[in-house]
Structure formats: structure tokens, C-alpha cells
């Protein structure tokens, strides 16, 4: 598979994406490496990192506990006091190997020690490989809130190699099987519609889905780098979808859900916002219900979760002047930011998702 280009760094799939690593490593002077790794990849994953890397440099291993629970400046100033215990320096290198977590926190460790040192992702999770790990978002959590601290600074490359899905467990990919579909719910309606039919899909085209999954994210990403407008698309699902993962993170009554259970529940209770503001059609949306359905199962809300999640809102980043901001289907494979929803309609979203 071709590299593909971003902003300022390559994207490299596969076998060729350790002959592009030890490349680079032989071109730039470090001083050191360290790989930042949770305790899952620490044992499933790095045993094939490792013998892929060709370097004579010293190589530090960071572990830090699994879950979004530890995605915070918590975890983040225990990493930045072992990197200068350690002797990191300007010249070091952070290479993450994990998840989302770890690409978001390690990226954002990375961009803040000493002003910024060099990083470079290595995602090992369906979700970080086509979205996390993708676009240059490097943050950590406020308490139960998503992604609240951050800075967007790239990459010097990311390697995308499937070996690593072999290790997941199926909620697992699940979880990143909702941004895939999101990529064609928001993007491309031949991409969404591969999906719709799962037993047509085999191993093989995996790695095509994922390819085009990155590419979708990249093109959108490359034109909008800043989300000052076309970037916002990729929010589809999110606005609701963030507000539900924190609430069933912090609500102790709660089963904590993966990104891409909340993200598909987000996208079901959005797609009908859309179809009440006569943005797509209802055959549309029961297609996406229906789609989403087939891989998810729904969520369960009591009436009490409502407004606790309305109330989560508030705190979403795409908010602007205290106004609560929508990405919102505009028939299927087209998007229109910027949209508005009364308290009502997203309360008769949820009473219709529960019905």
C-alpha cells in the first residue's frame, strides 16, 4: 500500500512502515528513544514492535496503566517526571505504541516536554489506527470530560501495521468499526454502504477498509488542519456521543462504555436530529439505524440519564458563544456543520432511540 501523505508527516501501512521507521531513525541524530506503551501492549504488542526496530540508540520502555480512566495530567506529569529522571533531552524520540489513549496522552506528553520533542504513532487498536492516531489531536481528559486539554501538533510519521488487530478482542473492533462508519456516513455513501452487508466482508478487505478509512480522514483533515470549518464534519456522532461516554464514566451505577459504543449511539440520536430538521430522509435514517444496529447494541438510557447528559453538553468543545454546535447528517455522505438543537428535540431523540 502507498504511504499516505498528511499534514507535515507520512502515514505508512504495513511491511513498509518499519523499512520508513528505521529509515528515519538513520537519518536523524537522536540522543534516545522512549516507547510509551500501556500494560496490554506492553505484552501483546511490543514483542512485535521490538525486532522490527533497527537502532544501536538506548531505548527506554514506559508502561502506564490501560483506560481512559488514566487519560489524564495525572498520569501525564508521572510520564513527564520519568522522561527527566530518565535523562530525555531535546533530541529524544516518543514512539507510542497503544491504543487511543496512549497515542493521545503520549502525543500530547511529547508536544509539551521541554517545548516538544519529536513523536511518531504506531496505533494498535481498528480505532486509533483510523481516527485517533490520524490528524495531529493530542489531548488528555478534565475529570470525565473528553479531550478537554490538548494541542493539535503532528506526527513525524504514523505506521498502520493490522498485525496488531490479531491481539483485540471483538468489542474492541467493534469500537473502531463506528468512526469507519462514520467516514462514509459523512463522506461517502459507496464507502458507507460496504458496510451494510457484513457477510460479504472477509479478513481480506480489511486492511482496503482501513486504507480508505485513513484516506477519508486525511482529506478532510489536510484541507481543515485548524477545524475552522470542513474538519468540524468529523464531530457527526460526537456531540452526544462524548457527552454519553463521560456520563457512563463518571456515574459509578454505570458500565463504562468503549468510544465507539457511545459514538454509535451518538450517531443513531443525531441522524434522527438530522431527519427532524429535514436533512435526510426517513428512509435514510432507518438505514442508518438499521446499519448501525447490525454491529452495536443499543445502549440503555433511564429517564434519569437524560439530563445529566444534557447537561454534559455545555461542556463539548465544538460549542461556540455558549451555543451547543451540531454536525449533522445532510443525506447520507454529506455533512452541514454548525446546525442547532433545542433541549426538546434531543430529548425526543433519546425517547425515540429508547422506543
Known sequence: ????????????????????????????????????????????????????????LNIEIIEFEPGENNKNIETCVELWNVLTDL?????????????????????????????????INVPTTLLAMVDASVGGKNGIDLGSLKNQIGVINVPKMVLIDTTYLETLPQNQMRSGLAEMLKHGLIFDKKYWSLFLDLNNLNTGDLDTLIYQSVEIKNTIVTQDPKENGLRKSLNFGHTLGHAIESYFLENENKTSLLHGEAIAAGMILESYISLR????????????KNGIDNIFERVVFEEKDIQPILELLIHDKKNE????????????GGISTGQKADNELIIDAFLEYNS
Open 1 to 56: 500500500m502507498k504511504p499516505i501523505e498528511a499534514n507535515g508527516y507520512s502515514i505508512f501501512f504495513n511491511e513498509n512502515a518499519y523499512e520508513a521507521l528505521n529509515s528515519h531513525l538513520a537519518e536523524n541524530q537522536y540522543s534516545s528513544i522512549f516507547i510509551f506503551v500501556d500494560s496490554d501492549t506492553n505484552e501483546y504488542c511490543l514483542p512485535v514492535f521490538l525486532p522490527n526496530l533497527e537502532t544501536d
Open 87 to 119: 535523562g530525555a533531552d531535546r533530541k529524544s524520540l516518543v514512539i507510542n505504541v497503544g491504543g487511543g489513549v496512549v497515542t493521545d496522552m503520549g502525543g500530547f506528553v511529547a508536544s509539551t516536554f521541554k517545548r516538544g520533542i519529536d513523536f
Open 277 to 288: 430538521k429535514d436533512l435526510i430522509s426517513n428512509m435514510e435514517f432507518e438505514e442508518i
Open 321 to 332: 458563544y455558549g451555543t451547543i454546535q451540531f454536525a449533522l447528517l445532510d443525506g447520507i
